[in-house]
């Protein structure tokens, strides 16, 4: 999945309750499909993107999946951590916001404050 994150569309909404700025981004998954996902700027000009999940080859358990970076340079990240580089993980994960969102914190992307 060749996944790049459009930084020049990102919208602030406000402050999540931990007083962190949050906001949406276009997201292109590739093979046409352009995405509207929760992100927060990360301290290096790029985004962290919430709806990912990612899945080991070996088990179907879905893992909430931490997406980040700029244009086509992502950090991905997820489950245990296996820095054996006999996986590649950004191979490994998919868009589907629905099971993310029941994976982690959905309050985390609530406005409550400007």
Known sequence: MAITIL???????????YGYEIGTIRVDL???QVVTANAKPD???GHYIDG??????TSAKPWRA???GQGSALY???GRD???GRFNKADAIRWEPELA???????YWIVTGA
Do not use: M, Q
């Not at 930084?7 to 309750?17: F, P, Q």
């Open 30 to 32: 590739g093979r046409g």
């Open 82 to 84: 296996d820095r054996s």
């Open 52 to 57: 990912f999940v990612g899945r080991y080859v």
């Open 43 to 45: 301290s290096n000009g």
């Open 76 to 78: 991905v990240s997820f």
């Open 7 to 17: 930084n020049d569309t990102y919208t602030a909404s406000g402050k999540n309750k």
């Open 66 to 68: 931490s997406v980040s």
């Open 101 to 107: 969102a029941s994976l982690g914190n959905p309050e």
